[in-house]
């Protein structure tokens, strides 16, 4: 049980490169989200989604696009990289709470650099 | 909107000394649910705690325990007897009931010094 699997763990991207982060969960999870983490400003949600076909914006939308094609995946695309940009991405999924006990699982990180 | 609020960027403590990290949250949600996430400094998240909106029992855990006070809209964490192994990064989160708005705080950076 892989749990949540980020792809890739690394990446760097000149200013302008497009990108796709890969997240795959095989908890049937209903519910994915996308957020980034920078030094100080703790863990900003991007885009969320609850359900397969299914995506919003969190807070922080802007230069990031994303799909939700499949239940068990939840891409995160970056169409024209730029330095801001540069972040550490993580992706996590949960059930949704009304529907029981349960905790949201996160993936190990992406560590993105774009120059 | 909800947010979360950890006002202590930073605490440092010597070890065997208790710590109290502070979490304060703005929802306008009846049933929602708080969390407690530890990031120690090899970067994974591990998730420490979940409780809801309706139970406001605290919680002990080990050395962990964690006092929920919906009045005052807060969920602070103390670790009893710290240890230099609890040095990480601690975040409080908030969610809807719908698992929408998933929003973290700023995170409290501990240090728990020999």
């Known amino acids: 049980n892989a749990g949540v699997t980020q792809t890739p763990k690394f990446r760097v991207l000149k200013t302008g490169q497009s990108m796709t982060l890969l997240c795959a969960q095989d908890m049937n999870h209903e519910y994915m989200y996308w957020y980034r983490q920078d030094p100080g400003m703790g863990l900003r949600l991007i885009h969320y989604?609850?359900?397969?076909?299914?995506?919003a914006k969190g807070e922080v939308p802007d230069g990031y696009n994303v799909s939700r094609l499949k239940k068990q995946n939840f891409l995160l695309g970056l169409e024209s990289a730029a330095p801001s940009q540069t972040s550490v991405y993580f992706c996590a999924s949960q059930t949704p709470g009304h529907l029981g006990d349960t905790e949201a699982f996160f993936g190990q990180g992406t560590r993105l650099t774009v120059v | 909107a909800q947010k979360v609020t950890q006002a202590q960027t930073e605490i440092s403590v010597v070890e065997k000394e208790d710590v109290t990290l502070d979490c304060v949250y703005e929802?306008?949600?009846?049933?929602?649910?708080l969390f407690w996430y530890k990031q120690p400094p090899s970067g994974e998240l591990v998730f420490l705690i979940r409780r809801n909106s309706f139970d406001e029992q605290n919680e002990i855990s080990g050395r962990y325990s964690w006092n929920f006070q919906k009045s005052t809209s807060s969920f602070n964490f103390t670790i009893t007897a710290s240890q230099v192994v609890d040095s990480a990064v601690y975040f409080c989160a908030l969610s809807d009931n719908y698992g929408q708005n998933f929003v973290f705080g700023p995170g409290t950076r501990l240090s728990v010094l020999p």
């Open positions: 989604s609850v359900g397969e076909g299914t995506t």
């Open positions: 929802t306008r949600d009846t049933t929602y649910y």
